[in-house]
């Protein structure tokens, strides 16, 4: 069955470098997506993208975040300058189309955490 | 803006009974989806059930199946004859279903144990 795989599992960064969380989604879908949940708290939405471009953001999603899709099957999440705060779970997820409902299949998560 | 409300944010439930989950939430848009996910230990999301606010019947997946009272704007979630792998975090999200974006709004959670 499709999965949504993300790498790595853990990342360990200093504060104010540079991360790269990386994302394969399901081969055939066309939305992407990056959610954070700091520990204990509830998953929250960062951004969506859509033909190759952000369709939506939220309010956490500022300057310090991009995301591309760099080879037509990575898609990725960028924290430019990591702050602590940055410290949480990030899942990737995808689905296939937006005419109508289709599912959202969630990654298994990468673990940042900013020392 | 939409908001998700669980009030619940721990429940424990004795094996092979039943426990329910509540979620209510605020919106203006009259169309809409509702969802459960659950989150277990390894930290996947995994969907449980969905239901589309413009139909009446409520959803049922096996053990899972809901209450939906789109004019109380609750959604509870039902869950018959736990199972030790029913353990998890769950979460209620919403989405707006004319919303090409599709991003999910979740609730706080509600840790769930299942005891033997």
């Known amino acids: 069955e499709p999965e949504v795989t993300q790498t790595p599992s853990h990342q360990v960064t200093q504060m104010g470098q540079e991360v790269i969380l990386r994302c394969v989604p399901i081969?055939?879908?066309?939305?992407f997506y990056w959610y954070r949940q700091i520990l204990g708290q509830k998953v929250e939405f960062l951004v969506s993208f859509y033909n190759n471009e952000i369709s939506e953001k939220s309010e956490i999603f500022d300057d310090q975040f991009s995301v591309e899709r760099p080879d037509g099957s990575n898609f990725t999440l960028k924290i430019r300058s990591t702050k602590l705060e940055d410290s949480a779970m990030y899942f990737c997820?995808?689905?296939?189309?937006?005419?109508?409902?289709?599912?959202?299949?969630f990654g298994p998560g990468t673990r940042l955490t900013v020392l | 803006a939409q908001t998700v409300t669980q009030s619940q944010p721990e429940m424990s439930v004795q094996e092979a009974e039943t426990v329910t989950l509540s979620c209510t939430y605020d919106t203006s848009e009259s169309n809409y989806y509702l969802f459960w996910y659950k989150q277990p230990p390894s930290r996947q999301m995994i969907l449980v059930i969905r239901?589309?606010?413009?139909?009446?019947q409520n959803a049922t997946e096996n053990r899972f199946s809901v209450n939906f009272q789109k004019a109380a704007k609750s959604f509870s979630l039902k869950i018959s004859d736990s199972q030790l792998g029913d353990t998890a975090m769950y979460f209620c999200a919403f989405m707006k279903i004319y919303n090409q974006g599709g991003k999910l709004i979740f609730g706080q959670g509600t840790e769930l144990s299942v005891k033997p």
């Open positions: 081969s055939n879908h066309l939305y």
């Open positions: 997820a995808s689905r296939l189309r937006g005419d109508h409902y289709n599912e959202q299949f």
């Open positions: 239901q589309e606010a413009y139909k009446q």
